[in-house]
């Protein structure tokens, strides 16, 4: 330090030349300066190394806790906070349990087989953690990697028979999907509306399921349940054999009638987002044909209000 400098040039007898005394005085200086800031690159790394160490073990606890946690107690269906939490807990240790005991299985297989030893145990530990994050790498950046370029590739050019091969694949797929969601969303409304008919005012679950009435989107009950179809295909009319006796003792507890809330909720979003995915597809698809079509960029922009009108329609049921 600035001690050891001091001493250094008081050690100097005053028989060195005056040229030689500036040189060491300024190798002293040039030693101390690099002694601070070594001392403050150092003090640096153990800060950056404490930062790292909090953010590594806060993602860590995010992915393994803290966001399953809430995506469980967010899809829950209870109608209290306490519930809720209670469902989460519940759900995320099976999940823990269940991969914890596959894990200890598969550590027991490797132990029997004499592949594996105690004293290797953290050193495989170590090494299926880094391939856990390697695959998840991998998974996560496949789609941008491989799926991304594909589907531009096969956009690329209007008019192709390749890209209307995949248009119409993709509508198809994307019918049949929305049909299955209609369907669905049709039998979760059927199912709370017959049991509601179970359930007196006096009954002490009738708040509960009050609550499950209200979480029906009246607007799409009207829609899918309607009598007079105003465009075919478009209202309920399966035949689901509800049977009074099943749901009265099917829905007799708090717990199941938040399940049934849960999935008349995830039915609708289903269905929303189905319908949402094919009629976006659609328009896609009447963009094209104008694209196609149209010889010049004043019939293009001639047609867009048309293609708008056609894909409103659509939104209204056409």
């Not at 906070?81 to 299985?105: D, M, P």
Request: aromatic share 10%; with cysteine.
């Amino acid at each position: 330090g600035r001690d050891a400098v001091s001493g250094a040039m008081a050690a100097m007898t005053g028989r060195e030349s005056p040229a030689l005394q500036s040189h060491l005085r300024r190798l002293l200086q040039v030693a101390l300066a690099l002694g601070q800031q070594v001392r403050r690159s150092t003090a640096t790394q153990k800060i950056l190394s404490v930062c790292w160490e909090v953010v590594y073990w806060y993602t860590f606890a995010a992915m393994m806790v803290i966001l399953p946690f809430h995506q469980e107690y967010a899809d829950s269906g209870a109608f209290t906070v306490w519930e809720k939490v209670k469902w989460s807990l519940r759900q995320n240790l099976l999940f823990i349990l269940f991969a914890c005991g596959c894990g200890a299985f598969g550590v027991f297989v490797l132990l029997a087989a004499h592949r594996l030893t105690f004293d290797s145990l953290t050193g495989f530990a170590i090494a299926a953690s880094n391939a856990f994050g390697l695959c998840l790498v991998l998974l996560l950046l496949g789609y941008g990697l491989v799926e991304l370029p594909r589907k531009i590739w096969q956009l690329a050019s209007a008019g192709s028979h390749q890209k209307e091969a995949q248009l119409y694949h993709s509508i198809g797929l994307h019918a049949e999907a929305t049909k299955a969601s209609h369907k669905e969303v049709c039998r979760q409304i059927s199912i709370v509306r017959e049991v509601s008919k179970h359930f007196l005012r006096r009954d002490p679950l009738r708040k509960y399921m009050d609550i499950v009435e209200s979480a029906i989107d009246l607007e799409l009950e009207a829609e899918v349940l309607a009598s007079n179809e105003s465009y075919p295909g478009t209202a309920c009319s399966y035949d689901f054999k509800l049977q009074d006796a099943d749901l009265e003792f099917e829905y007799a507890d708090e717990h199941q009638l938040g399940l049934l809330r849960r999935d008349v909720r995830k039915a609708q979003e289903n269905f929303a987002r189905e319908q949402w995915r094919y009629l976006t597809l659609i328009r896609g698809g009447l963009s094209q044909v104008h694209k196609v079509q149209s010889n010049s960029p004043r019939e293009l922009n001639a047609s867009a209000y048309e293609l708008e009108n056609e894909g409103n329609f659509l939104l209204n049921g056409g």
